[in-house]
């Protein structure tokens, strides 16, 4: 899909969005990055880039995105045949380990806001530092929230073919 749609903007109007969004940020590499990108425009427009060149340059795009898609329809058909075969288990633990990891999370994530909001009520003062360190927790939490939101997706797209 995405090769398709490349195909059918083209460079021309890819340069212009990234150039646009690159120049959104507020970073010295990224407005440098937005200027060339801007100059490479005008040089388009101003038709100093072959038209042949320019579209072997959409025809590389599409050969790279093609090969990222192909990349990604791989991870997809593995990370399918292995919930496949979950289901198919016939040990009930393999067929229940993402409730399992649900429940898990959910008990884990409910003790540690428990124990965070005791320790500002019964420590106001420490608030600040509880906080802060509740912030350092970002990364395990968003991995494993990931992780459940993909569970409970799939699961739920398990059901749908069930019946």
Request: no cysteine; glycine share 8%.
């Amino acid at each position: 899909m995405i090769p398709a749609i490349l195909a059918q903007i083209g460079l021309p109007l890819l340069i212009k969005a990234v150039g646009a969004g690159l120049d959104a940020l507020d970073n010295p590499v990224a407005k440098t990055a937005a200027k060339g990108l801007r100059d490479m425009e005008n040089l388009v427009g101003q038709g100093a880039v072959d038209a042949t060149a320019l579209a072997e340059a959409n025809r590389h795009a599409e050969a790279l995105m093609r090969a990222e898609l192909k990349h990604d329809s791989a991870v997809i058909r593995a990370v399918n045949k292995t919930i496949r075969a979950e289901i198919s288990s016939g040990d009930a633990y393999v067929r229940r380990w993402r409730p399992s990891f649900g429940y898990a999370v959910a008990l884990t994530w409910i003790m540690m806001m428990g124990a965070i909001a005791a320790a500002i009520v019964l420590t106001p003062a420490e608030a600040p530092a509880i906080i802060a360190a509740l912030v350092n927790t970002s990364p395990i939490w968003g991995g494993a929230l990931a992780v459940l939101g993909i569970s409970v997706v799939k699961r739920s797209s398990d059901k749908r073919f069930e019946g």
